[in-house]
């Protein structure tokens, strides 16, 4: 609770969906080093938030944790009501939350298509599967013009396009992003904010984290401003794109 | 910068560095085909010991071959090179030896005979296998996240300790164990087999069928799959890593397991560091074959049995063995570093 309140508030009221995702003061330490200083963070039902600040501001870490990949400290990660901060990993993937990682982490020695397939590991309802391989390959037509490739010969965008379209797969209730837009030419950036949307508009929850904080900005409905493991500040997105300290601090305005 | 110089001198001239390796890779070139024109000769004019020879290391190629396997899949999973690999199967020789002689009294090709032999292949698999898995669980699981000495180190260890039971059960020296075929065998026409090659190739050939089932085609070969290249995004899209790797410890040791019990039957002498003499072949083949790659183990382990058969019988004979097995790790290591069917693949950044 102390990160919460030495956080200045930028925002007018929050949008009244239900709560998805609670994270109450989390901690997260690497060794002897604190990574995340006690976080604590809302996304609500149907939402894009996103976790913006400069590298190493902890915002991997932050959804690392929410994965189950490391443990943190101290605190809690609630889940659609659950606590699940002790959770196994492929216990917090059954609970409906899917993962696309910073680098991509796609399998390189897997085809396209296997790839995709290991994206819906846990699930067993063949025609749902089917039909999200569909969508997905209608989200990114690009993927389904490689779907025999071995996916370490994919473009750095295609392999990008790969991991989310992996990562929904699971057909997740909530879908952490991590870095999509990273190392990608400026028209694939485009492409993955928009599809961005689309999967929020087709009814999927979204925590997005970004370096790239003006497009972050520009489709999110919230936003937490990450500073050296900590809550610098946070509020609906329109109004953080306006306010001067972001601007100056991460748009480079 | 170099590899711009030497794209661009392609076009141009050889550099002397280029035009050694050239030399150097043509002599080997040579070395190979005259090798395997001296066999293909041998092939010609003594067809009949030549296939004789040739069924004899299509035994010893299975065994390899088993025993590697256990090898590359726990390197390709965790990059372990499990030294204590080529120890659990002589632990299963002598579990063998002891079930079928010592217990069970089990020497002569009867009906019941060959049925206590399944049971031993049961036996020595689970036993094998469980006993791999429990060091998993006990000692590498634990020492996943230090730096790869620590388990190595451990492994050497696991050797010891494996050894030492070894000489309990079996005694510090050579022990001979009947068997139940011997070294009858049967005449296909001039060449001569032995019943003990039938007996390896119909036990190994349906597992190394069943492994390639496991891995390709059901959901824990899939979780091997992307454990083995990615732990991390594995455990993302909800593989239990943790029991995939005990799993594939399991299934490396069961698969030694097997071949301790064929060994026995098929050779009928053991002792306490066989292991390490096997392992160390076994090894190499995987390396032949591209260490991670399971169908390169198998087509390692083949040519190095084949191979030693016929070093044996047409080339430099016996007391060579050894030398000729590690003369191919080393060309392999320094012409073809990720072995005959390992890719090194392109991961984008």
Request: aromatic content about 8%; some cysteine; hydrophobic content about 45%.
């Amino acid at each position: 609770m102390s990160a919460q309140s030495s956080t200045s508030q930028t925002g007018e009221a929050r949008g009244t969906g239900e709560i998805l995702l609670k994270i109450d003061d989390l901690q997260v330490y690497y060794g002897a080093i604190a990574a995340v200083k006690g976080i604590s963070l809302e996304v609500r039902q149907g939402e894009i938030v996103t976790l913006i600040g400069s590298n190493g501001a902890g915002k991997s870490t932050t959804l690392r944790t929410i994965s189950g990949l490391i443990k943190p400290r101290q605190g809690s990660v609630t889940f659609a009501g659950k606590n699940v901060t002790t959770m196994s990993g492929h216990g917090i993937v059954e609970a409906g939350i899917c993962h696309s990682p910073e680098g991509r982490r796609i399998f390189p020695r897997m085809t396209v298509d296997e790839n995709l397939d290991m994206g819906a590991f846990l699930r067993n309802d063949k025609d749902g599967i089917a039909e999200d391989r569909e969508h997905v390959l209608e989200l990114f037509p690009r993927l389904r013009e490689r779907i025999a490739q071995k996916a370490g010969t994919l473009s750095g965008g295609e392999q990008q396009m790969l991991a989310v379209a992996r990562a929904m797969m699971g057909r997740p209730k909530l879908l952490l992003l991590d870095e999509p837009s990273m190392g990608l030419a400026p028209v694939l950036v485009d492409l993955i904010f928009d599809t961005i949307q689309t999967i929020r508009d087709q009814g999927t929850t979204i925590l997005l984290v970004e370096q790239n904080a003006l497009a972050a900005l520009g489709i999110a409905d919230y936003a937490y401003v990450l500073e050296s493991g900590a809550l610098k500040l946070q509020g609906s997105a329109r109004r953080l794109a306006e306010d001067d300290e972001v601007t100056r601090a991460y748009l480079g305005g | 910068m170099s590899q711009a110089t030497a794209t661009v001198s392609v076009t141009a001239k050889r550099t002397p560095a280029e035009t050694r390796a050239l030399i150097i890779r043509g002599t080997s070139y040579v070395l190979l085909a005259v090798t395997a024109l001296w066999i293909l000769y041998k092939a010609f004019t003594q067809p009949a010991d030549f296939f004789t020879v040739g069924f004899l290391g299509l035994k010893f190629g299975a065994l390899y071959a088993l025993v590697a396997l256990g090898y590359t899949m726990v390197y390709g999973i965790i990059e372990l090179i499990n030294f204590s690999h080529g120890d659990l199967f002589m632990l299963a020789t002598v579990v063998s030896g002891l079930i079928m002689v010592s217990w069970l009294a089990r020497t002569d090709p009867t009906v019941t005979g060959f049925l206590v032999m399944i049971g031993a292949l049961l036996v020595a698999m689970v036993l094998a296998g469980s006993v791999n898995t429990l060091a998993e669980r006990v000692a590498y699981r634990r020492l996943r996240r230090a730096p790869k000495l620590a388990p190595l180190i451990t492994a050497v260890g696991l050797s010891f300790i494996y050894q030492s039971v070894g000489i309990q059960m079996n005694g510090s020296g050579q022990r001979n164990w009947s068997t139940l075929l011997g070294d009858r065998s049967f005449s296909l026409g001039p060449v001569k087999v032995q019943w003990s090659v039938i007996v390896v190739l119909t036990v190994t050939i349906p597992l190394l069928l069943a492994m390639t089932y496991l891995i390709n085609r059901t959901r824990q070969g899939k979780a091997m799959r992307a454990t083995a290249q990615d732990q991390d995004a594995a455990r993302l899209m909800g593989v239990d890593v943790d029991r995939t790797i005990a799993f594939t410890f399991a299934l490396g040791g069961a698969l030694a397991g097997a071949a301790g019990m064929l060994w026995l039957q098929s050779i009928g002498t053991t002792r306490y560091d066989l292991g390490f003499q096997l392992g160390l072949i076994a090894f190499t083949s995987a390396v032949l074959g591209g260490i991670g790659n399971l169908n390169g183990a198998v087509l390692g382990g083949f040519l190095i049995g084949i191979i030693q058969a016929l070093n044996e019988a047409f080339l430099l004979g016996n007391a060579w063995s050894q030398t000729v097995v590690f003369t191919i790790l080393i060309m392999v290591m320094v012409f073809k570093p990720e072995g005959l069917l390992g890719k090194p693949t392109t991961e984008k950044v």
